[in-house]
């Protein structure tokens, strides 16, 4: 329980303490006998440290006042910190080791829960099989005289620990109260109670300090809410808000979800390079390493998907691989430098058995954590029932700005004339350069769909048959000229999945990357060096020979799908942010 003190009162109670003798000449706490007794009332928790300094800090005027918070939180932790360190001398210097190497448990916490749901309140199972042996982190004490009850969590939940001065052997009583802190790892033995108010609880004959924590655990009110400090120290937010521990046991869920349905059509997991010659796949800037020994720069992967091709060449019919994927680009709510994909390929099928798959996937994903397909996501209610509405991008830009690129042919100037009219890029501050910038009509219909489309498509949809200017690895239209067999999916305004038709003429494939080379050197020529510095499409891109190759051995034709894990456990888990589904996500690292 929490207790303020009045400066005055702390004054004369550390006094007391500081003039008694304690009764057990085995336990040597006179030399910190103070903060004994501050922690009977407050748990050990911060506060209590605050509350000390406090009363102890001087000012002018021979007064004692509360100094602020924002000078005070590093001292009261380290406060905090010095004394702990000295229980855990304490504790050796008794022979107690406050690191152990291993418990053995007999039960989880919500085991004994599910067990014993059934017990009546104030009703104690004493039967030998009923005295068990748990493991977890205190995260909640009170103290009463001769009674405490401390809250212990495991990975599991949570249960109380009933802890009774007569109950336990010798002095392990005054231990638990002087010796047991908030946020410490306790092994607790005990028979099963449940207490007349209806908590369930281990009612303690022993226990062990299996791991003493040095450092205060966030105030149990208010929790660990600093955004920036909540991803830096992980580790604090999962302890602090135990919701967040959730997200990533669904993340694992998830993952696993994704194996099972892949794995049960027939798919082979593989794994493929993650530093690479030539950074490929992809449209994006890579991260450069150097590998001494080869005396040579290496790409961390951009993509999977040249890597799993060269698997299609070799034999394999069914290959996905689930893995990190590294781009050296910004970072916002749906962007991370490191991302987790699946990339899946199948001989002999296109792009419409993907969007099957990819229904299947993500519904099965959504069962699987949920247990139902209608879910809310940032206060928009998704429905995932299949099937998913399907739509070409040119049918979905005219239903939404009322242009139709089939009129234009290879007008471009016209297209442009049209589109900042019908857009009034000007009056919505929207990106007229980028419209003027844009070299085919392919590109501009692109944009248009980005800038219009994109953030209206809530509910899951397939957005079908993309330009061939923007698809350099996608297979061209059977029906449609300039057109691809491609599809991506998008939810609640976002990319969820991106897939083709496989392009396997490696004539053609080779010129449409050596075009996406010309371009991409093109465009960077005409920048300044400054803009090259702050341009994130300022880098150099090279051609995979080694892929080209592979094709001229002849690859079957195929389908390929990838899928972002990432936003699909964002929108499955309700998350607003990218960083909120990964566990450890890129900072920047703070300057001491």
């Known amino acids: 329980m929490e207790v303020a003190l009045h400066p005055m009162r702390l004054k004369q109670l550390l006094h007391f303490a500081a003039s008694s003798k304690p009764n057990n000449p085995h336990f ?5 006998r103070p903060s004994f007794i501050v922690r009977c009332c407050s748990s050990s928790s911060p506060s209590s440290t605050t509350a000390a300094a406090a009363a102890t800090t001087a000012v002018p005027g021979g007064r004692n006042r509360r100094p602020s918070s924002s000078t005070n939180s590093t001292s009261d932790r380290e406060a905090v910190r010095a004394i702990r360190i000295k229980k855990v001398q304490e504790l050796r210097s008794n022979g107690f080791d406050p690191y152990a190497y291993k418990w053995e448990r007999t039960h989880t916490a919500n085991e004994l829960q599910n067990i014993y749901q059934n017990l009546g309140n104030g009703e104690e199972s004493t039967s030998e099989s009923d005295h068990v042996s748990i493991a977890g982190r205190i995260v909640a004490r009170r103290a009463f005289g001769k009674l405490a009850f401390l809250t212990l969590r495991d990975d599991s939940g949570t249960i109380q620990l009933y802890c009774e001065k007569e109950r336990l052997l010798s002095d392990q009583f005054d231990h638990l109260k002087t010796l047991v802190d908030i946020g410490d790892i306790l092994g607790a033995k005990g028979s099963i109670k449940r207490t007349e108010k209806g908590e369930l609880s281990i009612y303690l004959t022993s226990f062990s300090i299996l791991t003493k924590s040095l450092l205060p655990l966030p105030d149990k009110y208010h929790g660990l809410t600093d955004i920036d400090k909540r991803y830096r120290q992980r580790y604090v937010d999962m302890i602090a808000n135990p919701e967040v521990a959730d997200t990533f046991r669904k993340r694992a869920k998830i993952i696993s979800e994704i194996r099972k349905t892949v794995e049960s059509a027939g798919f082979i997991e593989v ?3 993650v530093l690479q010659g030539a950074a490929g796949g992809a449209e994006a800037r890579p991260f450069i390493t150097y590998h001494n020994s080869l005396g040579q720069d290496l790409y961390l992967r951009i993509a999977t998907e040249l890597h799993l091709k060269r ?14 994927i590294f781009r050296n680009e910004g970072l916002s709510t749906r962007h991370n430098p490191e991302f987790t994909t699946i990339e899946m390929y199948e001989a002999y099928s296109d792009y419409e058995s993907m969007m099957n798959m990819t229904e299947e996937i993500v519904t099965r994903c959504a069962i699987a954590v949920n247990g139902k397909l209608t879910l809310d996501y940032q206060g928009v209610e998704i429905c995932l029932e299949k099937p998913w509405r ?24 016209t297209a442009k004339e049209v589109v900042l009219q019908k857009l009034e890029v000007g009056r919505d501050n929207l990106n007229k350069s980028s419209i003027q910038s844009c070299s085919s009509i392919g590109h501009i219909l692109n944009e248009v769909f980005e800038l ?16 061939i200017e923007v698809s350099p690895l996608a297979k061209p239209h059977r029906r449609h000229a300039g057109l691809t067999e491609r599809f991506e999916l998008f939810v609640c305004g976002r990319e969820m999945a991106n897939a083709f038709s496989e392009l396997t003429d490696p004539l053609d494939q080779r010129a449409r990357l050596e075009e996406q080379v010309r371009q991409h050197n093109k465009k960077n020529a005409a920048k300044t060096t400054s803009e090259k510095v702050e341009d994130e499409d300022a880098y150099n891109v090279t051609l995979d020979e080694d892929f080209l190759t592979a094709l001229e051995y002849g690859m079957p034709p195929a389908s ?3 899928l972002g894990i990432d936003r699909l456990v964002m929108l499955l888990t309700n998350s607003a942010s990218i960083r909120d589904v990964i566990a450890f996500p890129v900072l920047k690292t703070q300057q001491l």
């Open 28 to 32: 040597l706490f006179g030399r910190f």
């Open 271 to 273: 794994e493929t390079p």
């Open 311 to 324: 698997m299609l060449v070799g034999g394999f019919e069914k290959v996905y691989e689930i893995g990190r």
């Open 390 to 413: 399907r739509e070409t991008m040119h049918n979905l830009v005219k239903e939404a700005t009322g242009i139709d690129f089939n009129e234009f042919g290879d007008d471009l100037t």
């Open 452 to 467: 219009a489309v994109e953030p209206q498509l809530l509910q899951p949809t397939f957005v079908l048959d993309y330009p």
């Open 560 to 562: 390929g799908m990838g």
